[in-house]
Each structure stands twice: as C-alpha cells, then as structure tokens.
C-alpha cells in the first residue's frame, strides 16, 4: 500500500540542536545557548553567564549555519518532499524585545529557503521550539510574563510578511504541553525558579507553568488569525509532544489514570489549539492543583478565533500508568512510565511501539477530525563506523519501517495523514542531554560529546533505504 498522492516525507531538525553559528551574523543568546552538555546521567546545567571553560553544546551544534547547502542538498538526494526546521527567535530579533529585525539573520533564511525551493523541498517551519531568546527570560522571566505575547507577535509579523512567498506551512510553538511537566518551565516556557540549577533538579512552580502556557495558548491563537490575514494559503499547526497512556491492567483505577495522563499530558494543549477552548476537565484539574489562570476579557474569544489549520505531532514511544507504585519504570520523551513487558526498549530505556503510533493516529483523528502529521518520530542510538567508513543502522530501518508500516494502517482505517518528517534526520545535539553520541540520523556528522570532530557528513545505511521508502511513496519498505 502506497501513501496517498502528494504526501509529504522528509525529516526534521530544530534550530538550537542543529544550527549552531550562535554568536554570528548578530545572533542574540536563546536559552539553550545557555545550557551545558550533559550525558544520561548528568543533567545539562542551566548557567546564567557563559562560564569559560564549559562546553555549551548549541553554540556550534553541527554547524547547518555553514552547511545549509550541503545538507540540503543531501536532503534532495534522499528525495525529500519536505523539511521541518526552526527558525532562531535570537537570530532575527537578539533579545527578544528589540523593536527591529536583524536583517542580517532574516536574510540567512531567505537564503535556506531558496536552496530548499531549488529542489522543491517545502519548508515546515517552527515558530518557537526550545529557543526563546535569552533575552527575554532576564528581562521578563520568560513566559511567565504576559508582556511576551507582544514580543512574540511582533516576531511573527516579520516571520509571516518576510517569507510569505517562501514558506506556507507553520507550527506555532513545538511540544506546547511539555509546559505541563516540570522539565518544560525554562526549556520551552524560558524560566527561571530560584534556585534552579539543573533541567531536572525538580525545582518547580506549576501555577508559574500553567499560567505560562496560557499565554502560550493565546500567543498562538494570535499567530494564527495574523497568518491569515497575511496570507489566507498559509496553513498554521499546533505541535505536541504525544504521550500515549495505556493502563497496567483492567483495573478501574488503571483505566481512570491512564484517561487522566492522556487528558492533562495531551488533550488540554489540542483542545485548546484545535478546538478553541479548554476541555472541561481542565477546570477540575485547575482546582485540585490549587492553580489559579488568569484571563483577561478577550482571551477567549482570542482562543475561538484563533484554531490551527492542522495537528502535528511527536511521537517516539507509548507510556503505561499504574495505581501500583511499586512496579518498575521506564524512560522517555519528556516522561517516564511502568515497563511495558510486551516491548522492546531502545539504549536510552524508552519503548518502542510502531502499533501504538497507529492507535495514536486514531484517537486523534477521531477527536479532531483534522488533518494531521506526524512531525518527529526516530531512534536514538550509539552507531559505529566501520573500517570502511559505513555505518550499518539496521535497527534504526528496522524502527522506521515498523512505524511507517503502522501510518499506513492507520491511513487505511480513515486517517487524513499528510506528513512524515522523521527526527533529526542528520545528526544533532540531543535536547534533553547535549549529547552527540544519540544519533537519530540518516546521515552521520563526525562530532563526539566533548565537540571534537570535523563535522563532516556521511550517508548512513538508512540514508538509502529511506531514498526508497520515498521513491516507492512508502510502498517499498
């Protein structure tokens, strides 16, 4: 079975893990400019000032600032529809707060987006993913300040008018909700708790979170009727980070959980983005947390009018809840789970469950009935290169194929999916660790954790059986 004519496969990448060239062409500080490497077992410090010395692995990533060209051109090669990238808030304006642009850093991707129209690549462009200027997290706190939502505005004014002709596709915010979890406050709301040293030390103010992604919720909303009347062909997505829950067993109180984790983790974000308004259960949820939202007047009529066009999503792995807390848990995107004894794990302890991205896709479409794509999805793993120089990533085709071959049952069930952009199609610094050696790429980049290496570029086995996958329009697996 084949995917529908003019489905959209290519990878995605996101501008703090990719880009690098942090400090040129005026470029500002972002937050994860700010962020040390760390390793699976060392959390990435959050500094305040650069401290000499430290390895701060977003300021160089693997360079696409100096090699846009080549990795475009290897994305051609590959024969990719589309490509989903972010772009830098510090680059076009350093603080956040300034009143002007940075033509310098407008005209860096003028200059992407014509090398993707050279090869008929469409861009899928982030708006806000894990890189809110520095700036604006000394000067305001980030988005605990509704003052942001200006700012942020005034950033997608410049964003909408100059690439109108360049760009069609937009996501607003990347993985919202993960400002409903601790680990989101200063990676994708740019604040600072007292006393917060770490990404994950557990310092935390949930109603501060919670009030943050409400202006998040109304910023986006505005995004997307100023994108509109910009350009009515423009098509705006919200962005989630998916958090599929099953229960441990039949037990009523299993079932009760794993709905609640859906509901608070998923549903509150597209409900509001895709639907206009907060779900019912959220004001119950509110309540019990003692977190109060503030409102002004026209914040939901803001909300109303303001829907996105389409869902898109990241999906890695499936999570499973229990009432008993002694069972043993697994790790994961943003958030762990109990083991799953039916499946596999990857190095990094997460689940891989190509059925659950088809369950996934179903309980989407049946709630929202738009259409949707699936935006991250990938492998993290250690790969070696052999004497030769090749690099065998069986097991990350081997993941690939199980998920895509689960897209394709869903299509087959009704589901009006129009996209696949497979994570960190080259190799790029990890989020949540800052480490290289979890490589989720079709192409290798030679750099290490510590940042030695020449950045070169190397086609990886996967590389060309992707180049089939998309030749054969997902047919030939």
């Known amino acids: 079975m084949k995917m529908k004519d003019g489905f959209f496969w290519g990878g995605a990448t996101a501008a703090n893990q990719f880009e690098g060239g942090w ?160 680990l989101g406050a200063y990676m994708a709301g740019g604040i600072r708790f007292e006393g917060k040293e770490t990404l994950t030390d557990g310092v935390d103010e949930p109603q501060t979170r919670f009030q943050a992604l409400h202006h998040q919720f109304v910023a986006s909303a505005k995004a997307v009727k100023l994108a509109h009347e910009i350009n009515p062909d423009f098509q705006i997505g919200c962005m989630i980070a998916f958090m599929t829950t099953y229960p441990n067993t039949c037990n009523p109180d299993d079932m009760l959980l794993a709905q609640k984790k859906d509901q608070i983790s998923n549903m509150i974000c597209g409900d509001v983005q895709v639907r206009g308004a907060y779900p019912g259960f959220a004001k119950r949820f509110f309540a019990e947390q003692g977190i109060q939202i503030e409102m002004h007047p026209d914040d939901a009529q803001t909300l109303r009018e303001g829907c996105v066009d389409f869902y898109s999503f990241s999906y890695y792995m499936s999570l499973v809840e229990s009432a008993d807390e002694t069972l043993e848990r697994a790790e994961g995107n943003l958030l762990g789970g109990i083991k799953n004894p039916y499946l596999e794990a990857s190095d990094w302890g997460w689940q891989i469950d190509p059925k659950g991205l088809r369950y996934t896709l179903n309980h989407l479409y049946d709630r929202y009935q738009v259409p949707l794509m699936v935006v991250e999805n990938g492998l993290g793993a250690v790969d070696v290169v052999e004497e030769d120089g090749s690099i065998n990533d069986d097991y990350r085709i081997d993941y690939l194929k199980g998920h895509i071959e689960q897209m394709k049952e869903a299509v087959a069930d009704g589901v009006d ?30 750099k290490d954790n510590d940042g030695n290496g020449d950045l070169s570029r190397t086609p990886k086995k996967s590389f060309y059986w992707y180049k089939k996958v998309i030749e054969s329009n997902g047919e030939q697996l």
Not at 131 to 143: D, H, I, R, S, V
Not at 426 to 445: C, N, P, Q, W
Request: negative net charge; hydrophobic residues 35%.
């Open 23 to 182: 400090n040129k062409g005026g470029k500002g500080p972002s937050t994860s400019d700010m962020m040390t490497g760390g390793t699976h077992t060392i959390p990435r410090r959050i500094t305040p000032v650069l401290e000499e010395g430290t390895y701060y692995p977003s300021h160089e990533a693997v360079d696409f600032y100096g090699h846009y060209k080549e990795d475009i051109a290897m994305m051609a090669e590959m024969g990719f529809k589309m490509f989903r990238m972010s772009i830098n808030w510090s680059r076009i304006y350093p603080n956040g707060y300034d009143l002007e642009p940075n033509e310098e850093g407008l005209k860096f991707y003028d200059n992407v987006f014509a090398e993707l129209k050279k090869y008929n690549i469409e861009p899928l462009v982030t708006i806000s993913h894990y890189e809110t200027p520095f700036g604006l997290t000394e000067k305001y706190n980030g988005w605990a300040s509704r003052d942001v939502i200006d700012h942020y505005i005034r950033y997608c004014t410049t964003l909408f008018n100059r690439y109108k002709d360049q760009v069609k596709y937009w996501l607003t915010f990347n993985e919202i909700n993960c400002l409903t979890m601790p």
């Open 417 to 446: 999916l129009i996209a696949y952009t497979m994570w960190g199609c080259i190799d790029l610094v990890s989020a949540s660790t800052g480490e290289m050696k979890k490589r989720y790429g079709f192409i290798h980049v030679n």
